[in-house]
């Protein structure tokens, strides 16, 4: 039974949808402080949020068993994503369920700047009739400048392209046919704030863009542009921004968001040319049913498949890729471990290789399971696929992949090789009748292995009277031994033994191994 928290107010049709799953166990506790949220969170394996719950680091810390963070909507400031990602715990939002709305909010502050709308509301209310002041302009053949190009920035420029408005976006991580499939020129952001009649804001918040529009951006705009932020507040330098408009260098600016919300004391509101919205975004119904029941079914996908489908820390690999790459993924934990107890100095660099049935899955999934396996009781930290890479970056370890359809004496091999100091290791693991893991090949020793239990692994001279040597050390101390593989090379000059034991031994036992005469080295394995 999955255990499932949900800490702010989601639509009813979201929470319907998790109490109609077998196996998902949910508790609605809303308005927790950061002390009553670590008195509990403990208990659960989600948490599903939208903005008002604040995962802090004493949160995340007391988070012992969460798996996963879903949050209803977009943003996600309100989480620790770096310290989440390093405990393991995977962070997905909805980017899609409430797109439409917030492009729509930004093309109607467009019209309202346009229009001068809020005043013209004021105005007649205050009993004026003041149209000779409130001369407003068409947007109609205007530019339209997009800064973010994502889902919501696309939505914002087809309606301005229906506005037959001129439109040009600026996103680095958009490839050029996008922009040429929407009809949108893709230009420099220099280009897009100083063609700009109107720049909407549409990018997340992160180092990169904060600040993004500060006063040399701003001094590049023309006086008449005006500025709308539906995204993120940080975004803007608040202050360049309330410097441009009270100087009239910029006509008008429209805010959803900022950088304190809410805005209390911002010099912005003693401005009469700029909009306020109390972060309206995704304040219509259907949105608010949108990003409840999608996050409430990514939920459930991900506890009961595995698919993290929007993960913010997981590269997005789908459940029927998963299932494929499971069987390899298992094989590739079980040769990482074996890796790195047969390292004698720290691994620096990993590849992973793939070759026939094996090429045709995913090879991350598989790469990221070897780096599990390798970095498994290295850490503090539980290790899994989510904070892996992170772990292995932190470690000095770099990682390689390869993929190859040509078949090496199996039908499905991966090749794990770990890079150190003062040697390499290469693990060769296969899949017997697709299912059975076996350890094939330990550098040029073929061997086949069940990777389980406690192994012994020994060099030696291949010599008579060594194995039975070693089967006497563990036999006088009453270890059973379950299997043995023995392994020569060409020149019969080296032998490998792999030794499956019924219990793991002692150092005492591990020294006697070693005393014995021509044994080069002796490691012990558990799995």
Same mark, same amino acid.
């Given at each position: 039974?999955?255990?499932?928290?949900?800490?702010?107010?989601?639509?009813?049709?979201?929470?319907?949808?998790?109490?109609?799953?077998?196996?998902?166990?949910?508790?609605?506790?809303?308005?927790?402080?950061?002390?009553?949220?670590?008195?509990?969170?403990?208990?659960?394996?989600?948490?599903?949020?939208?903005?008002?719950?604040?995962?802090?680091?004493?949160?995340?810390?007391?988070?012992?068993?969460?798996?996963?963070?879903?949050?209803?909507?977009?943003?996600?400031?309100?989480?620790?994503?770096?310290?989440?990602?390093?405990?393991?715990?995977?962070?997905?939002?909805?980017?899609?369920?409430?797109?439409?709305?917030?492009?729509?909010?930004?093309?109607?502050?467009?019209?309202?700047?346009?229009?001068?709308?809020?005043?013209?509301?004021?105005?007649?209310?205050?009993?004026?009739?003041?149209?000779?002041?409130?001369?407003?302009?068409?947007?109609?053949?205007?530019?339209?400048?997009?800064?973010?190009?994502?889902?919501?920035?696309?939505?914002?420029?087809?309606?301005?392209?229906?506005?037959?408005?001129?439109?040009?976006?600026?996103?680095?991580?958009?490839?050029?046919?996008?922009?040429?499939?929407?009809?949108?020129?893709?230009?420099?952001?220099?280009?897009?704030?100083?063609?700009?009649?109107?720049?909407?804001?549409?990018?997340?918040?992160?180092?990169?863009?904060?600040?993004?529009?500060?006063?040399?951006?701003?001094?590049?705009?023309?006086?008449?542009?005006?500025?709308?932020?539906?995204?993120?507040?940080?975004?803007?330098?608040?202050?360049?921004?309330?410097?441009?408009?009270?100087?009239?260098?910029?006509?008008?600016?429209?805010?959803?968001?900022?950088?304190?919300?809410?805005?209390?004391?911002?010099?912005?509101?003693?401005?009469?040319?700029?909009?306020?919205?109390?972060?309206?975004?995704?304040?219509?119904?259907?949105?608010?049913?949108?990003?409840?029941?999608?996050?409430?079914?990514?939920?459930?996908?991900?506890?009961?498949?595995?698919?993290?489908?929007?993960?913010?820390?997981?590269?997005?690999?789908?459940?029927?890729?998963?299932?494929?790459?499971?069987?390899?993924?298992?094989?590739?934990?079980?040769?990482?471990?074996?890796?790195?107890?047969?390292?004698?100095?720290?691994?620096?660099?990993?590849?992973?290789?793939?070759?026939?049935?094996?090429?045709?899955? !995913?090879?991350?999934? +598989? =790469? /990221? &399971? %070897?780096?599990?396996?390798?970095?498994?009781?290295?850490?503090?930290?539980? #290790?899994?696929?989510?904070?892996?890479?992170?772990?292995?970056?932190?470690?000095?370890?770099?990682?390689?992949?390869?993929?190859?359809?040509?078949?090496?004496?199996?039908?499905?091999?991966?090749?794990?090789?770990?890079?150190?100091?003062?040697?390499?290791?290469?693990?060769?693991?296969?899949?017997?009748?697709?299912?059975?893991?076996?350890?094939?090949?330990?550098?040029?020793?073929?061997?086949?292995?069940?990777?389980?239990?406690?192994?012994?692994?020994?060099?030696?001279?291949?010599?008579?009277?060594?194995?039975?040597?070693?089967?006497?050390?563990?036999?006088?101390?009453?270890?059973?031994?379950?299997?043995?593989?023995?392994?020569?090379?060409?020149?019969?000059?080296? !032998?490998?033994?792999? +030794? =499956? /034991? &019924? %219990?793991?031994?002692?150092?005492?036992?591990?020294?006697?191994?070693?005393? #014995?005469?021509?044994?080069?080295?002796?490691?012990?394995?558990?799995?």
């Amino acid at each position: 039974m999955k255990k499932i928290l949900i800490s702010d107010k989601l639509a009813e049709a979201g929470i319907n949808y998790l109490n109609e799953q077998t196996g998902i166990q949910i508790h609605i506790e809303t308005g927790l402080d950061e002390d009553g949220l670590c008195a509990i969170i403990g208990d659960y394996d989600g948490l599903l949020i939208r903005s008002d719950t604040q995962v802090t680091p004493k949160v995340l810390h007391a988070a012992t068993r969460l798996k996963l963070i879903g949050r209803a909507g977009i943003g996600v400031d309100n989480v620790d994503i770096p310290l989440a990602t390093e405990l393991g715990i995977i962070i997905m939002n909805t980017p899609d369920a409430n797109a439409t709305t917030t492009a729509e909010l930004a093309i109607a502050h467009l019209m309202s700047l346009s229009r001068h709308l809020p005043k013209a509301d004021r105005s007649v209310r205050a009993g004026k009739w003041e149209r000779s002041k409130l001369m407003g302009s068409e947007v109609s053949h205007k530019t339209l400048a997009i800064l973010g190009f994502g889902t919501i920035g696309r939505i914002a420029s087809q309606r301005g392209l229906g506005l037959r408005m001129n439109v040009i976006a600026y996103d680095p991580f958009v490839a050029p046919e996008i922009f040429a499939d929407y009809g949108v020129e893709s230009v420099s952001l220099d280009e897009l704030v100083s063609r700009a009649d109107y720049l909407t804001l549409h990018c997340p918040l992160i180092e990169k863009t904060r600040n993004v529009i500060g006063a040399p951006q701003l001094a590049m705009m023309k006086k008449t542009a005006m500025i709308i932020n539906c995204a993120r507040g940080g975004l803007i330098d608040e202050t360049a921004l309330h410097d441009a408009l009270k100087e009239g260098r910029l006509a008008g600016a429209a805010l959803d968001v900022y950088e304190n919300e809410p805005p209390a004391g911002s010099p912005l509101l003693e401005l009469d040319n700029i909009v306020f919205t109390p972060h309206l975004g995704a304040s219509t119904a259907e949105a608010q049913v949108a990003v409840s029941v999608e996050i409430a079914r990514q939920a459930v996908t991900f506890f009961k498949t595995g698919e993290a489908v929007n993960a913010l820390n997981l590269p997005r690999v789908s459940a029927e890729e998963l299932k494929k790459s499971y069987e390899f993924m298992n094989l590739a934990t079980m040769l990482g471990k074996i890796l790195a107890g047969l390292a004698t100095q720290p691994i620096t660099k990993m590849e992973m290789a793939t070759f026939g049935k094996a090429a045709e899955v !995913a090879v991350r999934p +598989i =790469s /990221v &399971s %070897a780096l599990v396996g390798v970095l498994s009781g290295q850490v503090a930290t539980p #290790v899994n696929r989510v904070n892996a890479e992170n772990f292995a970056k932190r470690q000095g370890i770099a990682l390689v992949e390869s993929v190859s359809e040509k078949s090496e004496d199996y039908v499905s091999l991966i090749k794990v090789t770990g890079h150190c100091a003062d040697q390499s290791i290469t693990l060769s693991g296969a899949l017997l009748g697709g299912r059975q893991p076996r350890l094939v090949c330990i550098n040029h020793f073929d061997i086949e292995v069940v990777p389980e239990g406690t192994l012994i692994v020994t060099r030696h001279d291949d010599k008579p009277g060594v194995i039975s040597a070693i089967s006497s050390v563990l036999g006088n101390a009453g270890i059973n031994i379950t299997r043995m593989q023995v392994s020569t090379v060409d020149d019969k000059i080296q !032998a490998m033994a792999v +030794i =499956s /034991v &019924s %219990a793991p031994i002692t150092e005492a036992l591990l020294e006697q191994i070693r005393q #014995v005469p021509v044994v080069k080295h002796v490691t012990q394995i558990t799995l």
